[in-house]
């Protein structure tokens, strides 16, 4: 392991910016999962930035995730 050396000032900055993105990658992921996978590939597949292989191991790997199992049929069907 390399050690670096940041003045103070910097790293609070650092620190201030990867919690802030941590906040949001979950609060992404809490939004996305919250809707069927259905519903979650569709909207994927209506980009079309995604090719049909991607699609379906997106939706392959949501319904075979433990949160789905665990949670899925307790999220409301769809996002207002």
């Not at 670096?4 to 790293?11: A, N």
């Not at 949001?24 to 069927?36: Q, V």
């Amino acid at each position: 392991m390399v050690k670096v050396t940041l003045p103070e000032t910097e790293y609070k900055q650092l620190k201030r910016q990867a919690d802030a993105y941590k906040k949001m990658a979950t609060k992404l992921f809490e939004l996305a999962i919250k809707d069927p996978v259905e519903n979650v590939v569709e909207d994927f597949r209506r980009t079309d930035l995604y090719t049909q292989e991607f699609l379906k191991d997106l939706e392959s790997g949501l319904q075979k995730s433990s949160y789905i199992r665990n949670y899925g049929n307790k999220t409301p069907a769809k996002r207002s």
